[in-house]
């Protein structure tokens, strides 16, 4: 059962708390990851702030899990009175759906352990949550729960425990005495119930404290005046327990998870040459003997092959790069990068661009819904959108695939092994034939067929003399009088047509 009911006033935002994001999931989708690694037989989620908003995320992240809805009474014990009446109603419907006889599926409620997390404490792995699991089984325990030992304990609800060590209550901050506020055991959040002792328990709690609220705090004394054994595991790494309140704690954990998973991918053998500036996300994953190099954020379902190099300075979201591919500067968003590919310096990839095995995209050329094929080359400056471009086929420096016509969008396709010469405008839909050439400067506005040349460009005219005639004093007219004088030619500058000479004439 995941707490997700709280309002979170300290983030002082529009965004519910627990849909704030770290390393690519927001914390409420940390809390169920960690809970599923438990393979529970069922995970309810109780919601109440932004109710709509938490539960369609919910829906989406984890369509299985149950959503329960908290009512107006307030506080973490009332929370996990309506998750309890949410898991029972499932076990009066399968006692329904199995047929039982009478009124006896009425009293059909759920058994065993049931795990209490917050939707605020990214950091608690499953694993965390499967050792306090263990100490409530082998404890025999009527609650188990999970504390941490911090320096600066504020806030928090301290553990009291008689001399013998058993826990004997939990005690807010608000409500603690100043003894009690001088212990540096704290309340994580985070528990193991016997299902029956905690529906016992609850239909006990009261409202009487500083805040007015059911606290589930207070079942521990409850569960120990029943007879009930209450165990407690300390966490080894207290941060791991550490909830968000406000956005500068966001950032911390966020640094901490962010750590975490840089440190687990360069044990598995991947070189992170800066994990202060390498920034990956959990649902990431990268090869054997990848390199990432400093000011890298690799984001969402990126794939990273093996032997690839990624960075400086790039930021990835949902892109597969092959392997043996090297990314060098690049902005990408759902590509796909072949294997031994180079891309980059200062190259945009948005989503649809696919290059193919050993195929290069250079320095300032942006690509979109764009196949780039094997060991095919968009080296310099240009625009490829909405395009294919065959096998082998170079681009020249400074072309662009015109795809708009101002109202709809176009797709030009370029054959295998074509030479599109530099400063090229493919005005889409156009079709160039495999093995066609194209002339500097061309603007491709009819299909080439295969193997022709295409030239459009319009004869040079130079009109000589022109600059000193029409531009006088200027430092051109004087550069382009030192080279006349200079070889001899003490002739007036005429002003008419002549001396115009055409490309090809001579
Ligand atoms: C709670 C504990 C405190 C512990 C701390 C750990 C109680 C009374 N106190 O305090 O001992 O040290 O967590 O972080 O339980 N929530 C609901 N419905 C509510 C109120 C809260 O679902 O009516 C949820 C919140 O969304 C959150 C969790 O319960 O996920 C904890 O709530 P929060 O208000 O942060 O409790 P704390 O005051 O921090
Ligand atoms: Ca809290």
């Known amino acids: 059962m995941i707490l997700a009911a709280g309002a979170g006033t300290r983030m002082k935002s529009a965004t519910p708390k627990v849909l704030h994001r770290i390393a690519g999931r927001s914390l409420l989708h940390h809390a169920i990851v960690a809970a599923h690694e438990l393979e529970p037989q069922r ?27 908290q009512d107006d009474v307030p506080g973490t014990g009332r929370a996990v009175w309506c998750g309890m009446s949410a898991l029972d109603a499932t076990a009066v419907a399968a006692a329904v759906a199995a ?28 694993e965390l949550l499967g050792s306090l699991v263990d100490a409530h089984s082998s404890g025999g325990n009527a609650v188990t729960l999970l504390t941490a030992k911090v320096p600066d304990p504020t806030g928090y609800g301290r553990i009291v425990r008689e001399s013998s060590g058993d826990v004997t209550a939990i005690v807010e901050h608000r409500d603690a005495t100043d003894a009690q ?12 119930f016997d299902a029956a002792v905690l529906r016992d328990a609850l239909s006990l709690l009261g409202r009487d404290n500083s805040q007015g609220e059911m606290y589930l705090t207070d079942v521990i004394e409850i569960a120990r005046e029943a007879g009930g054994r209450v165990g407690a595991l300390v966490a080894p790494e207290a941060q791991d327990v550490e909830g968000v309140n406000d956005r500068v704690q966001l950032a911390t954990i966020g640094a901490a998870l962010n750590r975490r998973i840089v440190e687990a991918w360069m044990r598995s053998g991947v070189t992170v040459v800066d994990p202060a500036t390498t920034w990956i996300d959990a649902d990431v ?32 979201t949902g892109v597969t790069v092959g392997a043996g ?23 945009y990839l948005r989503p649809g661009t696919v290059v193919g095995v050993k195929g290069k995209v250079g320095g300032f050329v942006e690509t979109k819904n764009a196949k780039i094929g094997d060991g095919a080359k968009v080296p310099h400056l240009s625009y490829v959108g909405d395009a294919e471009i065959g096998e082998g086929t170079n681009v020249g420096a400074g072309t662009i695939f015109v795809n708009y016509d ?21 005005i889409a839909p156009v079709t160039l034939g495999d093995g066609a050439y194209t002339g500097a400067g061309t603007t491709v506005r009819h299909d080439v067929p295969s193997g022709a040349l295409a030239i459009n460009s319009s004869p040079q005219q130079n ?20 080279v006349r004088r200079a070889a001899g030619s003490h002739e007036g500058l005429s002003s008419g047509p002549q001396g115009l000479t055409h490309e090809g004439e001579s």
């Open 325 to 347: 591919a090297t990314v060098t500067r690049v902005h990408g968003v759902d590509a796909v990068i072949g294997d031994r590919a180079t891309i980059g310096p200062f190259t």
């Open 406 to 426: 101002g109202v709809h969008k176009h797709r030009t396709v370029v054959g295998a092994q074509v030479r599109i010469g530099s400063d090229n405008t493919l």
């Open 181 to 192: 506020r001088a212990i540096d055991e704290i309340n994580a959040g985070i528990y193991v």
């Open 285 to 316: 994953t990268l090869g054997d003997d990848a390199t990432i190099l400093p000011g890298v954020q690799l984001h969402g379902d990126t794939t990273i092959g093996p032997g690839a190099t990624v960075g400086p300075d790039s930021t990835l």
């Open 99 to 126: 047929g039982a006889g009478d009124r006896a599926h009425l009293d059909a409620h759920v058994t065993g352990a049931v795990v209490v997390t917050s939707g605020d404490v990214p950091l608690v792995s499953g």
């Open 43 to 69: 995970t309810v989620v109780v919601v109440r702030h932004e109710r709509d908003a938490v539960a369609s995320h919910i829906a989406e992240v984890a369509p299985d899990a149950l959503i329960a809805d």
């Open 463 to 482: 009109v000589e003399g022109w600059v000193e005639r029409r531009r006088p004093g200027t430092p051109s007219a004087e550069a382009a009088e030192r």
